[in-house]
């Protein structure tokens, strides 16, 4: 069975510039979350998707937006790039309220 | 506010031996405590605890979860260098959520 899998890997974008993000979850999962991880923070969670439906926001500014599509895919965007967003993005799928599986993260850079 | 905290932070020791890393938690309507083992990029699944007392093993690896104390411990017994790695602790809520709130995590480095 496939993991899940994020495009791209690796970008570099600079301040003020948009980014948007793709997250495919293991077949038959229908929950997918966000995460952001950096070295001084850690994993703090972003947003939580079921159904095509936000279920959970955590506390990051409204810079930070995501949807799910019907196949459950899922693409998260941040616009207005500020240096601070540079960190590594994390996407996560479930079955609803079962063990998350992790992928391999999509590492942003902005310079 | 929800929180988890995992000690120690850091560990090194050397091939062979013990470790105990620690994961306490502060959370409304727990649900699951889980451990993930992050080496470079995602953090890979070891174990989902839902019931206090249960011991879940694999292999040199177990973990346990005391719900009264609110508290975990994850066991490596004769550690290799394979197992150096950062050591998460997330905990999950009864809500209709899956969102894990992650402790920073126990950077375990082991030499040969």
């Known amino acids: 069975k496939a993991g899940v899998t994020q495009t791209p890997r690796y970008l570099i974008k600079t301040r003020g510039q948009q980014v948007t993000l793709s997250c495919s979850p293991i077949s038959g999962h229908r929950s997918v979350s966000w995460y952001q991880q950096t070295p001084g923070q850690g994993l703090q969670f972003l947003f939580e998707?079921?159904?095509?439906?936000?279920?959970n926001k955590g506390n990051f500014p409204g810079r930070f937006s995501g949807r799910q599509f019907s196949n459950s895919r899922s693409e998260m965007n941040v616009s207005t790039l500020e240096l601070g967003d540079s960190a590594l993005y994390l996407c996560?799928?479930?079955?609803?309220?079962?063990?998350?599986?992790f992928g391999p993260g999509t590492r942003l850079l902005v310079l | 506010e929800d929180k988890v905290v995992q000690s120690p932070l850091s560990l090194v020791v050397h091939e062979g031996d013990t470790v105990t890393l620690n994961c306490s938690y502060e959370?409304?309507?727990?649900?699951?405590l889980l451990w993930y083992k992050q080496e470079k990029k995602a953090p890979t699944f070891l174990f989902m605890l839902t019931s206090s007392g249960i011991e879940k093993k694999s292999g040199r690896l177990s973990s346990i979860l005391d719900k009264k104390e609110l508290f975990s411990i994850l066991n490596i017994t004769a550690t290799q260098t394979g197992d150096s790695a950062v050591y998460l602790c997330?905990?999950?809520?009864?809500?209709?959520?899956?969102?894990?709130?992650f402790g920073t995590g126990t950077r375990l480095q082991v030499f040969p």
């Open positions: 959370v409304t309507n727990f649900r699951s």
């Open positions: 996560a799928s479930s079955r609803a309220q079962e063990t998350q599986y």
């Open positions: 998707y079921f159904s095509e439906t936000q279920r």
């Open positions: 997330a905990v999950g809520s009864t809500y209709n959520t899956d969102k894990l709130i």
